[in-house]
Structure formats: C-alpha cells, structure tokens
Nanobody, 131 residues
Framework: QAQLVESGGGSVHAGGSLRLSCDAS???????????MGWFRQIEDKQREGVAA???????TYSNSVKGRFTISQDNDKNTLSLQMDDLTPEDTAMYYC??????????????????????WGQGTQVTVSS
C-alpha cells in the first residue's frame, strides 16, 4: 500500500481553482513518532519547493508565492491532507507532491534537503494552468 496518494490535479484556466487531496492512510496507519505533513511542487527541471505545510499544532505555513490564494487543511483523523488552490496562475503549473516526515526534517525539505527514511513522498499530481 502506497503511503501517500495524491489526487485532484488537472488543467484549468488562469483564475480558476483546484483542490488537491492526499490520502495518507498508508502512512498514518503505522506507529510513528510525531510528524508533520505538507505540499511541495516541482516546476519542470527546477528544484522541488515547499508550498504549504502544517506544524505539529496544525498551524499552516505558506510560501510567499501562494500566500492568500492556497489553503492547506487536514481532516480530524489526519488521514487526508488537502490543498485548496484559488486564483491560479500559469506560474502555478507544476507537479504537486504530498510529503510527511518529522516536523524538523519537513521544514528542512523546504530548502531542498531530502526526507529521512521515516518520511514519504506521494507520486505527485500534475496541475496545469493556462493563460
């Protein structure tokens, strides 16, 4: 069973909205220390970058490029992580990934550091925004 499975990607016009979901039941079903989850994206050959994440208390953090347009949320049992994306622009076109790891490692991943052996990436879901 895959640990993280994304869905909800697609193609929209600029100004449109999409909602991404990450089924984390394969990750959360195993006994783990405290962990955090977040969304990352990779634009073509560029480095993967952090988009939004929740800290251990559920407080969200957003990259400057999406702040005010994207909203991250998690259901009560933490089995589903969502990303509501509004007012999309062509610059948001990317492969979007769900990720989970210890909170410190996930924060380091925003800067391009790899996840630990206890972390996981989803397979990604493509978002394409046309002008």
């Amino acid at each position: 069973q895959a640990q993280l499975v994304e869905s909800g990607g697609g193609s929209v016009h600029a100004g449109g909205s999409l909602r991404l979901s990450c089924d984390a039941s394969g990750y959360t079903s195993r006994p783990r220390r405290r962990y955090c989850m977040g969304w990352f994206r990779q634009i073509e050959d560029k480095q993967r970058e952090g988009v939004a994440a929740l800290d251990i208390n559920g407080v969200p953090t957003y990259s400057n490029s999406v702040k005010g347009r994207f909203t991250i949320s998690q259901d009560n049992d933490k089995n589903t992580l969502s990303l509501q994306m509004d007012d999309l622009t062509p610059e948001d076109t990317a492969m979007y990934y769900c990720a989970a790891d210890s909170c410190w490692v996930l924060a380091e991943a925003w800067g391009g550091r790899p996840l630990s052996s206890a972390g996981a990436w989803g397979q990604g879901t493509q978002v394409t925004v046309s002008s």
